[in-house]
């Protein structure tokens, strides 16, 4: 009983340490989705020329895109003209970093931490990028025209404002909300019952071991780079090296296994070869940079240990597990809606007709959830189920309208085939 209300005790405080910095990185999210031009990145990269990676790493680096949806977005661009080398610089440094982890890392893990990360990120990023460019075969990078991106004309400072608040704490925290539970328990777990320092000492915990454990654990799974900050934070405390932690850090979000088979499949083996080659030496280097650092100037690493939460602290807790309910209750009524529409047509001549659609540019569960979402937001859809695995999306509904889903599938970051 103890172990478990020592459990809740350190969630409740992990909870109140990233509310209000991932709230304040939610909004900048927002904001940024507002002012930037739609489709910003991809008019700009064309070509294989050395500032194109530079453009795409600049401009993917503060993008709030875990894995599963840099992805898409970064075969887009390929699609769109850009060359394999700023595709890959992008598809390394977005899912490192972006505002909101910028924010959040910074809170728990201090600001040295947060800035070498994104540093780390940039450099990963251009030496990906400049590399698969080095190698590429000459019909590779060729330039395609690209229209420029339309404008937002007419719209009123309310209507800005309300696409900001939706983009930043309702699109982009439901397609993360299960991960970053996931991560505050994961790091209460750790907190609770390892002690204070408990892994000082623990030879697979520290240096260059502990960076190799944290690579194997984290190269083949999803984790979402808000969502794995608790669980780093929480095996600093527990004494873990935190170069360590920063190679968790680099290599989880950037990799997984579904995202090295589509990138495999998209740009061939040699690019995917440079892609990984590159996350892993550059994240053994900074790890092993950051360690050096903090046995230099021990101050670069804050304590680590969460005080007891403030009024804000608390507040912004509450509002986000009060979001996470919400979109908890949505997905609900969109499962039983769902159910309800494919067992519950008692007049045949009523019945509703079903489309599927290949998709390509689904990588995990989380890609699945976000266009099952848009596409139950479509007119006459009744219900809409995503298989990511084989990448095929099934809807169900009357009057459905082929080009209205498709056009859906493409807003949502995906391609139909």
Not at 120 to 149: F, Y
Not at 229 to 251: D, K, N, Y
Not at 313 to 327: D, I, K, P
């Amino acid at each position: 009983m103890n172990s478990l209300l020592n459990i809740l005790h350190e969630f409740w405080l992990a909870s109140t340490e990233l509310a209000p910095w991932l709230l304040l990185g939610s909004l900048l999210a927002g904001i940024l989705h507002v002012v930037l031009p739609p489709n910003l990145v991809r008019t700009h990269l064309g070509g294989s020329r050395f500032m194109n990676v530079v453009k795409a790493v600049l401009l993917g680096v503060p993008l709030p895109l875990c894995s599963c949806s840099v992805l898409p977005a970064g075969l887009a661009l390929k699609k769109d003209g850009a060359s394999d080398g700023a595709a890959v610089g992008f598809l390394i440094s977005t899912p490192q970093t972006g505002v909101d982890s910028i924010t959040v890392s910074a809170a728990m893990l201090g600001w040295p931490f947060a800035i070498l990360k994104v540093v780390a990120a940039t450099v990963t990023g251009l030496l990906g990028g400049v590399l698969t460019n080095l190698t590429a075969a000459p019909d590779h990078g060729l330039e395609r025209d690209v229209a420029p991106p339309p404008r937002r004309h007419g719209r009123t400072l309310l209507a800005l404002l309300a696409e900001t608040l939706e983009y930043g704490f309702v699109e982009l925290l439901a397609g993360i909300w299960k991960w970053l539970l996931a991560g505050l328990l994961v790091s209460a777990v750790v907190s609770a019952l390892v002690p204070a320092q408990g892994l000082a000492g623990k030879a697979w915990a520290s240096g260059f071991p502990g960076m190799l454990v944290m690579l194997a654990i984290g190269i083949p799974l999803y984790v979402c780079t808000t969502g794995s900050l608790p669980i780093a934070a929480a095996l600093v405390r527990a004494g873990m090296s935190p170069g360590a932690a920063l190679v968790f850090l680099m290599a989880g979000p950037a990799t997984n296994a579904a995202t090295i088979a589509a990138l495999w499949r998209a740009l061939g083996r040699r690019v995917t070869a440079i892609y990984l080659g590159t996350i892993i030496a550059g994240s053994l280097l900074f790890g092993w940079l950051f360690d050096a650092v903090v046995q230099l100037a021990p101050g670069a690493l804050p304590d680590c240990h969460l005080a007891a939460p403030g009024p804000i602290g608390q507040a912004s807790a509450l509002l986000l597990f009060g979001l996470f309910a919400t979109f908890a209750g949505r997905e609900w009524r969109a499962a039983r809606r769902g159910g309800a529409a494919a067992c519950c047509q008692a007049d045949p001549a009523a019945a509703a007709e079903t489309l599927q659609i290949a998709v390509r540019g689904l990588t995990c569960p989380n890609c699945s959830g976000k266009l099952r979402r848009a596409l139950l937001a479509l007119a006459g859809v009744s219900a809409a189920e995503v298989d990511h695995v084989a990448g095929r999306a099934t809807v169900t509904g009357q009057d459905l309208q082929l080009e209205a889903i498709r056009a859906a599938i493409r807003n949502a970051g995906f391609e139909p085939e």
